[in-house]
C-alpha cells in the first residue's frame, strides 16, 4: 500500500500563501463593507436599499457555489481540475474587490448605489467562490492523510489569521485619514491578494488519476449523493453557525471601537487574534486526545459562553477593561471552527469516495456554499435592523455622532448574545456527527486501498 503525501514547512508555507492572499481581501470586505454601507455611504436611513442588495445578493450567489463545484469536479482538462480554476480567476477577484470601495456616494442617489453594489458584489463573490471552493477541494486530494492535512490546514489558518488582521488594520488606518487614502490602499491590498493566490498555484501539481480514472457523477444522481450522507448534514448546519458568527464579529469590531470602548481598534484585535493566532498551534495535541469532534464541540462551547460574557461585560456598570477577557476567550474558541471544519469536510469527502467510487469535494463545498451563503448576508442584515429600529445616528463627515442607550444596545446584541448562543447551538448540533471513533479509522484505511486501485489503473490506461 503506498504510503500518503507528507510536506515540509517549505510546502506548508507555500500552500498558505493563496490563504493569506484571500483572506487580506475578504478580510477587509467582510470587516468594512457593513460600516460602509451604514456609515460611510449613508444608507441608515435608506436600509430597504442594503436589504434589497442583499436579498439579490443571496439569490444570485448562492447558486454560483454548487454550480462551480459541479463543474470542477466534472472537469477534464489535462491542466487539472482544480487549479486552472484558481490561477485564471484570481485577477478579476483583485479587480472586482477594489471596485466595491467605489461606489457612487447618496448624492448620486439610492439607485445608483443599488445597481453599483449588486453587480459588483455579486461578481466579487463569484470570484471568491471559484477560487476557494477549488483551494478547499484540492487540500484532501493532494494527501489522505490526516495528520497533513491538518498541518497544511494549521498553517493556511496561521497565515489566513494574519492576512485577516491585516485586513482589519489597514482600513482603520486608511479611513481615520481621507476616503481618498482608503481607495488606493484597497487597490494595493486587490493586486496583492490576487498575486498571492496564483502564487500557490505555480508550487502544487493535482493527482490525474482523480480526472482521468473517476467518472464524474450525474447532476441529479450527485445532488442526491450528496444529501444523503448524514456527516455532510450535521456539519452543514454547525458550519452555517459558525459563518454568520464570523462575519457578524469580524463586521462588528469598528461599531465596538468607535461607539462602546471608543478606543483603538487594535486593542480588539489583539484580544480576539493573539489566542486565535497561538491556538491554532495546540490543535494538533487537542486532537490527539479529544479526536477532531469533540475538540470542535468544546472549542465552539468556549467561544460561545465567551460571546455571552461579552454582552454583559459591555454593559456600562462593568468596567471597560473587562471586555478584553471575554474576547480572549472567543477568540481562543474560533480556532475550532476555523481549522477543524474544513476537516470533517475532508472526513465526509473520504467517506463519500468509498460509496461512489469518484472524489467529488468540490460538489460538497458547493453545496455547503449554498446552504450557508446566507448567513452572510445576515451578518450585515442583522446589525443593520437593530441599528435602524433603534435610532443609530450616522457620522457627518468623519465627525462621529452621539448615540442613544438603544443603539449601544443593539451593537451589544449582534457582537455578543446573538453569535454566542449561535455558536452553542453549533456545538450541540456536532454530537449527531457519525465519523469518529473505530468507524472513522476504517474509513482511513480503506481509502487508502481505493486510491491504490485508482492509480494502478491510471498506470494501465497510460501504457495503453
Known sequence: MSQPAKFSTGQRINWAMAAFGGQ??????AALLPIFYVDYLGLVESANVIYMIQIVYVLVNAFNDPI????????????????????????????TFILVWFSPGLSSGEAAIFWWMVIITCLYDTAYTI??????????????????RQGMKIMASFFSLIGMVLGLI????????????????MIGVGLIGAALIMYTTYKFKERPEFTQVDEPLGLIEAIKATFSRKSFLVIVSANFMAILIQSLIIGSLYFVADYITQGDTLLLLVAIFLPLILGIWFVPKLTKKWGVVRTNQYLLALAGSGLVLLFFFTDSMFPSELIYLPLLLAGFGFVGPLVLNDIMFFQVTDEDEL???????????????????????????IPTA?????GFVPRIGDVLQPQPDSAILAIRLFIGLIPGIALILASLILILYPLKGEHWAQIQK??????DEKHKKLEEMTRE
Open 131 to 148: 477560487i476557494f471552493l477549488v483551494y478547499s477541494a484540492l487540500l484532501p486530494e493532494i494527501t489522505e492523510n490526516e495528520e497533513e
Open 68 to 95: 462551480f463545484g459541479f463543474l470542477s469536479d466534472k472537469s477534464r482538462s489535462k491542466k487539472g481540475r482544480r487549479i486552472p480554476f484558481m490561477r485564471y480567476t484570481a485577477p478579476f477577484l483583485g479587480l
Open 386 to 390: 437593530l441599528l435602524v429600529v433603534s
Open 355 to 381: 460509496k461512489t467510487g469518484v472524489r467529488r469535494e468540490a460538489a460538497f463545498f458547493g453545496i455547503n456554499a449554498l446552504i450557508t451563503k446566507p448567513a452572510q448576508s445576515l451578518a450585515i442584515v
Open 170 to 185: 489597514i482600513p482603520d488606518i486608511f479611513r481615520q485619514m481621507s476616503m481618498f487614502l482608503l481607495q488606493m490602499s
Open 446 to 451: 480503506d481509502i487508502l486501498i481505493l486510491h
Open 24 to 29: 487580506l481581501i475578504q478580510g477587509i470586505y
